[in-house]
């Protein structure tokens, strides 16, 4: 079993929706969240990152981190075709450091005009 | 600022052959970090050098080595190649320090092997 599980998809949705992206995992080490974007044929870029538990939001964005469940989330509201790439969830149990970023599968999102 | 660099961008080889693959850190960043991201298995990391010493190791076989020069550059070493190391390779740079350390990362090499 994998450390970090995230749907592949692919996830399809109309322009405007909201899209909902999670991730589960199994180390209770893990505290430090991010998510990362990553379009085609580029290196994935940091999106936002989260200590712990809690919710955090940037414009569109929010991610939700629930450790008691080791579930976490990232919401994109109002989504639009520039938002279609592979966002990829990463955790570490430091931040910096000797940092080794454990990753999901990624999942593929296409907003469709 | 410019970002991380990582050349060849692509590179074809064949079973059997060595590669070697660089990257270039943001400057002023003393981390250096190699992942290997294929469709199966997704993103994983390969290890992380900081200040020319290697911090930390991936899952990976021996085939599979870095270093870290004194300007930071660092390069990847894979022998032996066998067609499973089909793959994107990235590198990410951080400034390595402990606290708030985002990872950048280059475009990536994409290696096929033959």
């Known amino acids: 079993q994998k450390e970090v599980e995230q749907d592949p998809g692919p996830l399809s949705v109309p322009e405007g929706a909201i899209v909902s992206l999670n991730c589960t995992y199994s180390?209770?080490?893990?505290?430090?969240f991010m998510w990362y974007r990553q379009y085609s044929r580029k290196g994935p870029e940091l999106l936002m990152y989260?200590?712990?538990?809690g919710n955090k939001e940037d414009g569109r964005f929010t991610a939700q981190v629930d450790k008691s469940s080791k579930y976490i989330s990232l919401f994109i509201r109002d989504s639009q075709p520039s938002d279609s790439a592979t966002y990829l969830c990463?955790?570490?149990?430091?931040?910096?450091?000797?940092?080794?970023?454990?990753f999901g599968q990624g999942t593929r999102l296409t907003i469709n005009p | 600022k410019a970002g991380v660099t990582q050349t060849p961008r692509y590179l074809i080889k064949t079973r059997g052959q060595q590669v070697t693959l660089s990257c270039s850190p943001i400057?002023?960043?003393?981390?250096v970090s190699w992942y290997q991201q294929t469709p199966g298995q997704g993103l994983q990391f390969l290890f992380e050098?900081?200040?020319?010493?290697?911090?930390n190791k991936g899952n990976f076989p021996g085939r599979f080595s870095g270093r870290q020069f004194s300007n930071s550059r660092s390069e990847m070493n894979v022998s032996t190649l066998e067609l499973g190391d089909s793959a994107l390779y990235l590198c990410?740079?951080?400034?390595?320090?402990?606290?708030?350390?985002?990872?950048?990362f280059g475009p990536g090499t994409r290696l096929t092997v033959l």
């Open positions: 990410a740079s951080s400034s390595g320090n402990v606290g708030q350390d985002t990872q950048y």
């Open positions: 990463a955790m570490s149990p430091l931040w910096g450091g000797a940092q080794k970023l454990v």
């Open positions: 400057s002023g960043h003393r981390s």
């Open positions: 050098y900081f200040s020319e010493t290697q911090r």
């Open positions: 989260t200590y712990s538990s």
């Open positions: 180390n209770s080490a893990f505290q430090y």
